[in-house]
């Protein structure tokens, strides 16, 4: 039996310089397939840790790669670090202040999410180094997880054919082994074109398309009622057609959100969402056009992967915050709703304890709670490859993710010592599955026998290409 505690030694060994990391992402936010500075980052330090460093994996520029080890099996540790719109904010305060009016932030923790998974690949390089274990571990640092869909195009693609099985995290109020569930999702334009007139002295010759988005809202809302009822559409206007209300709209673009727990059940309302689209054409006489924009799988449940990692988290124990992180999470949950900090305590099942205002323990695997489902090109990956997921508090208990919140402690002490616990967490779930091939094969097992059952179906069509921007310096 390897010693338990080699990993979370040499997590410490690198941990400043990831925190580093970390902190350097968190000032330079970036979105959906423009984190060329970010990714650049991590690059960086890949070559500086000593990886062998593939750039611009399955053909998306801010997509990274490091390798190191040779022969054995191949765990792949998930990174990411995209920013969200419009979620700028000042570090350190417990009231909202842009840093930069309208520029993004890091509102989901991502800055967190590519340092520590980068941290215990580190910690697990040393190791097959150390003890010359037979394995490869690979760092994949991966955008654009926040509505691009980025891992989805790289399973697609072939990225992750050679894997044997994949670790991630994400920050969180809690720690805890992520639910296996997630929502499939397909993020869909639906363009309108229909014919410009006066709106007062010709109407008659006009075919507005803003009335077809306005009556596509009203079937899809009417479609509520007959859709499984863990579905979820949502919408917003890319183009309303103008400013004009004397002018009848000859364009306007909406895009959907169509989410459903079952992949197969996500296309199906994908297929229905576009007939009421159709019959939103029909009504204007106008037309339509459909573009996919992004597409993602439900999460792929392996209870193996997701055992050991509870494993790992039992020996590790909760996270080691201190009195002044106690302080300033007590300070932010002020700034809180209590219906926000009651909905965490709700998915773990567990009534609130007195004074916590950090998740300093382990909370049990499944505890039974109410499930809130989102959606993550995670699910993609675990389709492919046996895949666990934890989640690490890194943020006052009852933060809401996509908040100022979230962003103001992006670079906290209990975010620096959040990140570093979920590094010691993958690191020690790779440990064991690079030197229990019993263990892996049980992993590889399962997750053959559930893939018999219900067959991978990529939501992605072959021909789609990712929605990519330029780079800054050579944008027009």
């Known amino acids: 039996m390897q010693n338990t505690s080699e990993i979370p030694q040499l997590v410490e060994t690198h941990k400043d310089d990831l925190i580093g990391l970390a902190d350097r992402v968190w000032g330079m936010p970036e979105t959906l397939y423009g984190e060329y500075r970010s990714c650049a980052e991590h690059a960086a330090m890949l070559r ?43 570090a350190g305060l417990d009231y909202p202040q842009e840093l930069e009016e309208g520029a993004p932030g890091h509102g989901c923790g991502h800055n967190l999410l590519g340092s520590a998974a980068l941290l215990a690949a580190c910690a697990v390089k040393d ?90 809202s009203v079937g899809v809302n009417y479609l509520r009622e007959h859709m499984p009822q863990d579905a979820r559409i949502h919408y917003a206007y890319l183009d309303a057609g103008g400013k004009a209300p004397n002018v009848v709209q000859a364009r306007a673009s909406v895009r959907y959100s169509i989410r459903a727990l079952k992949l197969h059940e996500m296309l199906a309302l994908v297929e229905r969402v576009k007939k009421v689209a159709e019959g939103a054409a029909l009504m204007t006489e106008t037309t339509v056009e459909f573009k996919m924009f992004a597409a993602v799988s439900n999460h792929f449940e392996n209870l ?73 090109d995670v699910g993609d990956v675990t389709w492919k490859v046996p895949t666990t997921e934890v989640l690490v508090a890194t943020a006052a208990i009852g933060t809401p993710l996509h908040s100022w919140q979230m962003t103001a402690q992006g670079l906290s002490g209990s975010a620096h010592k959040g990140m570093v616990h979920a590094a010691k967490a993958m690191g020690r779930v790779a440990q064991i599955v690079l030197s229990d091939p019993a263990r892996l094969a049980e992993a590889k097992a399962e997750h053959a026998r559930r893939l018999a059952v219900t067959p991978y179906s990529c939501p992605m069509p072959a021909d789609h290409k990712a929605p990519l921007v330029p780079r800054p310096d050579t944008a027009a």
Not at 52 to 58: F, I
Not at 139 to 153: L, Q
Not at 350 to 365: F, I, S
């Open 304 to 376: 193996t992967m997701d055992t050991i990692m509870q494993e790992a988290l039992d020996e590790l124990g909760g996270v080691p915050f201190d009195d002044a992180d106690r302080d300033y999470a007590a300070r932010i949950q002020a700034t809180l709703s209590a219906q926000d900090i009651a909905a965490e305590w709700s998915v773990v099942n567990e009534p609130p304890r007195d004074g916590a205002t950090l998740c300093d323990w382990v909370v049990p695997m499944r505890p039974g709670g109410e499930v809130l489902i989102g959606s993550t």
């Open 127 to 216: 190791w097959l180094e150390a003890t010359g274990t037979p394995g490869r571990v690979r760092y994949y640092g991966c955008p654009a997880e926040e509505g691009g869909a980025a891992k989805t195009f790289m399973v697609r693609d072939g990225a992750f054919d050679d894997v044997d099985a994949a670790v991630t995290w994400h920050p969180s109020g809690m720690t805890r082994v992520d639910d296996p569930l997630s929502l499939a999702n397909t993020r869909m334009d639906f363009h309108f074109s229909g014919r410009a007139a006066h709106a007062a002295a010709q109407p008659h010759l006009g075919r507005s398309a803003l009335d077809a988005v306005e009556l596509m």
């Open 48 to 90: 500086a840790k000593g990886f062998r460093v593939t750039e611009e994996v399955a053909g998306l520029p801010t997509a990274v790669m490091g390798e190191a080890g040779s022969g054995g099996p191949v765990i792949a540790i998930l990174g990411e670090f995209d920013a969200l719109p419009g979620l700028s904010q000042v």
